[in-house]
């Protein structure tokens, strides 16, 4: 509802909230499919807030309960628009963090990232393929 979104944005961009409260805000944020929020609010952010709201849609919180598709768009964004955060989202994604569990139904967004411009991208679709038991050719 546009009243939970507004709650979210607000906490999100709240300086004196606790950053892991404003990176919480910014993960329901772009859970809920409004990552241009949370990119929208880079300059009034810390790093840690947009990169963790950015990374958690593709990690294994969102294996529970319902969940968006799998969408690598935010994550390329971040990485046009922000590219001093690379590093920083190249370790919330990195192997081992926890990664989100695929349906069927998003193998073929998975497939598609591997030919993302972006290394990031394509190795995470790589190894959630792989988890997901796809054979992957090459």
């Not at 409260?21 to 880079?42: F, H």
């Not at 569990?101 to 497939?111: K, N, Q």
């Not at 972006?118 to 959630?128: G, I, S, Y």
Request: glycine share 6%; with cysteine.
């Amino acid at each position: 509802t546009p009243e939970v979104i507004e709650a979210l944005e607000a906490l999100m961009l709240r300086r004196r909230a606790d950053e892991n409260a404003r990176a919480w805000a910014a993960s329901a944020l772009s859970r809920m499919g409004r990552s241009d929020i949370v990119l929208g609010a880079a300059g009034r952010l810390p790093d840690d807030v947009i990169v963790r709201g950015i990374t958690d849609p593709l990690r294994s919180f969102r294996d529970h309960g319902a969940h968006r598709p799998l969408d690598y768009r935010p994550v390329e964004t971040a990485l046009r628009e922000l590219p001093h955060l690379e590093v920083a989202l190249q370790q919330e994604l990195q192997p081992g963090v926890g990664y989100c569990v695929l349906a069927p139904d998003e193998y073929s967004t998975a497939r598609a990232a591997l030919d993302s411009e972006w290394q990031l991208v394509r190795e995470h679709a790589r190894l959630v393929l792989t988890h997901a038991g796809v054979t992957l050719d090459g």
